[in-house]
């Protein structure tokens, strides 16, 4: 049976989470996806379920911070920085602090499935 791919959405909309949803329908019973509005919450999630992504946009502060805690205590799972600021600077911040991928999810939302499935591509 292939593996479940569990990803958590971390962003302060639930309009994002749902877009998400809506892209990866076609994967309905190969994929979990969990939401959380806040790096609390988020963290919460992380100690519950052993998650594979996380696709992280919230306030750069708490987005820095919440990103070094993940690759700390978390270290397998993946963290997408999944965001509209796409400045240079903060790519180059959450990039050297241990992101594993940038997305502009105004423009590139498609190349997020597109990642999913190449790092998964044995498995589902």
């Not at 959405?9 to 076609?26: E, I, T, W, Y």
């Not at 790096?39 to 519950?48: G, H, K, M, P, Y």
């Not at 946009?57 to 919440?66: A, G, R, T």
């Not at 397998?76 to 400045?87: A, G, L, R, S, Y």
Request: with cysteine.
């Amino acid at each position: 049976m292939p593996k479940k791919v569990k990803i958590l959405v971390v962003d302060g909309s639930p309009l994002v989470a749902q877009r998400v949803k809506d892209l990866l329908s076609d994967w309905k019973d190969r994929v979990l996806i969990g939401e959380a509005r806040n790096s609390e919450d988020a963290l919460t999630a992380l100690q519950t379920i052993d998650f594979d992504f996380v696709l992280l946009d919230l306030p750069f502060k708490d987005s820095v911070n919440l990103l070094k805690v993940i690759k700390h205590k978390f270290p397998k799972t993946k963290v997408v920085m999944f965001t509209n600021h796409i400045e240079t600077a903060y790519r180059t911040i959450c990039m050297q602090l241990g992101a594993d991928y940038f997305i502009d999810k105004s423009s590139e939302f498609k190349i997020l499935e597109d990642q999913l499935l190449k790092e998964f591509a044995e498995e589902i």
